[in-house]
């Protein structure tokens, strides 16, 4: 008789407790973006901003030198003398690109050819699989 009583009296006591600390739920969003107070902004923007790891990679020409700028420079140049070398030699000049066929220059099998669309040259480099192609109209 006992424990009816006493879980009748845990039972009670467990009603009464729980309505003493219900309460009513309101949700507000933080971000204005959502509804939220636009004052949040700049708070959202500084925290997102302070969690950020990533950075922009550094752009290579501006890390160095005057002199190593230079020297690069002059090597490409170096190189493009040499290809407008060799394509005169290949085709004879370099206005006439009507010649068509296919060209090797190192790693770069070049191959020219007319087409509905104009001229087409296709450039595959043989030691990556890249592939380039360069069409002038008529």
Do not use: H
Not at 16 to 36: E, I, R
Not at 44 to 72: D, H, I, R, W, Y
Not at 107 to 123: A, K, M
């Amino acid at each position: 008789m006992k424990a009816p009583k006493l879980l009748f009296t845990a039972v009670i006591l467990f009603f009464f407790c729980s309505m003493g600390f219900a309460q009513q739920f309101s949700y507000s969003p933080l971000n204005p973006a959502f509804g939220g107070d636009t004052f949040n902004y700049n708070w959202l923007l500084s925290s997102a901003t302070s969690q950020n790891k990533l950075t922009a990679p550094a752009n290579a020409s501006n890390q160095q030198s005057e002199l190593e700028q230079f020297g690069a420079n002059l090597n490409r140049q170096v190189l493009s003398q040499i290809s407008r070398i060799l394509l005169q030699q290949q085709l004879g000049g370099l206005g006439n690109l009507d010649q068509e066929g296919t060209f090797t220059y190192g790693t770069l099998n070049v191959e020219i050819f007319q087409s509905d669309e104009g001229l087409v040259i296709n450039i595959l480099d043989t030691s990556n699989g890249e592939e380039t192609q360069v069409i002038v109209p008529n």
